[in-house]
């Protein structure tokens, strides 16, 4: 008689298969772990990258406008009495110009001085940094707009700014320290002025991101303070008046 022999199936135990749930679902959180910590680093970047931006734009709008004060005055256009420091560190600034001089299109009143409402735009203007809860806010005040209250947001993310004044080009460093009061320059060439005087202007805004988690734990990100400097020629300073 032929005897049917049966072939066995071997197959996991139940503690086998624990041990394998245990180790790939040690896996699967590691591999979360890492994109969550990665997905944060990137969202960190942007962040700095977007403050850099916007604080870049309303930098080279600030330049520009400050180069242009004095123009048919017989001073440089500063307004020294308004051109402080507030108590928070930050500077002020304001300026002065008639740009309106050899404007055909503009009103005699507008052409002959600064006071025209809604026609003098631009020729007297205030830079200041404003706090909004956890940030601040670097805004631009001008006395003869007569919409929206006079003041413009021109960047959502800056820290600090500080204008220095010199009657002569200067060379300075841009080596930080850690905090926002050592996001500044250092080591001038020349000594300051007051603003009346001044001739050359240097802008330092500073843009800081806080650290992120405790040093030493996982995905901890430092502090981190990114100057961004403009040097400013004040063209028209003490012109005769056209």
């Known amino acids: 008689m032929l005897k049917q022999q049966t072939k066995s199936e071997s197959g996991f135990s139940l503690l086998e298969l624990i041990i394998a749930m245990a180790i790939t679902l040690a896996l ?3 591999a979360c772990t890492l994109l969550a910590q990665s997905l944060k680093i990137r969202t960190r970047a942007n962040d700095k990258i977007d403050g850099l931006a916007d604080a870049q734009r309303a930098l080279n709008i600030m330049s520009r406008e400050i180069a242009n004060a004095g123009f048919n005055l017989s001073d440089n256009g500063i307004v020294a009495a308004d051109s402080v420091t507030d108590a928070s560190g930050n500077s002020t600034i304001r300026i002065r110009a008639n740009l309106n001089k050899f404007d055909s299109s503009a009103s005699p009143e507008a052409r002959s001085g600064i006071g025209k409402v809604d026609e003098d735009l631009g020729e007297d203007v205030k830079y200041f940094v404003w706090p909004d809860d956890d940030r601040h806010l670097l805004a631009r005040w001008d006395r003869f707009d007569s919409t929206a209250g006079n ?8 820290d600090s700014l500080h204008i220095h004044y010199f009657s002569q080009r200067v060379t300075y ?3 930080m320290t850690s905090g926002v009061s050592g996001c500044d320059i250092t080591g001038a060439s020349a000594v300051e002025v007051t603003p009346d005087l001044a001739k050359y202007i240097v802008i330092a805004a500073c843009v800081q991101q806080p650290a992120v988690g405790a040093p030493g734990s996982p995905g901890y990100q430092p502090q981190t303070n990114t100057l961004l400097v403009s040097d400013v020629v004040l063209r028209n300073n003490h012109l005769v008046a056209y």
């Not at 003041?151 to 800056?158: I, S």
């Open 28 to 30: 699967a959180a590691a």
């Open 151 to 158: 003041g413009t947001v021109l960047a959502n993310r800056l």
């Open 173 to 175: 460093s841009t080596a």
